[in-house]
Structures are given as structure tokens and as C-alpha cells.
């Protein structure tokens, strides 16, 4: 009797022991996974980010751009005097 409760204790054990390890196999699993779509989001959302930003200084490079010649062009149209950036006040 008493090598049938020591068997069938050990037995226990044993499938206590397969049951943990088995748990905590899954456990590293699913953080590992975790993990993987953390770091897949994390980089979509940076590369939408720089791909945003990109595009955000293009436009403003572009828009000075433009500033600038229409500035030169109504420099070579227009005197300085005239124009609404220079007014000075003149003495009468």
C-alpha cells in the first residue's frame, strides 16, 4: 500500500511539473508574441510618422519657395518704394 501511495504521489508530481512547465512554455509564447505586434506597430506607426513629417517640410520647402520668387518677381516689376513691405513715410 504504502509503494502504491508513493508511485501515485510521484505521479503527481510528475504531471504537476509537465502541467507547469507546459504553462509557462505558453506564457513565454504569448509575451513573445506580445512582443512581435508591439514591435510591428510601434515601427508602422514611426515610419507613418517620418513619411507624415517628410511630406510636412516638402510642402513648407515649397511654399517658401514660392514666396521667394514671387518676392524677386514683383521686386523687378515694382520699385521698392511701392511695394507694401518697404513703405516709408515721406516728408511733405
Known sequence: MTKTMKTSSKLKKNRTQ????????????????????TMAADNSIQEDFQKRQQELYHATYTINKLEQKQRI????????????????????
Open 73 to 92: 518677381s514683383r521686386k523687378k516689376l515694382v520699385p521698392d518704394r511701392f511695394t507694401p513691405e518697404k513703405l516709408e513715410k515721406r516728408l511733405s
Open 18 to 37: 509537465d502541467f507547469t512547465d507546459a504553462l509557462s512554455d505558453m506564457t513565454d509564447q504569448l509575451r513573445l508574441l506580445d512582443q512581435k505586434i
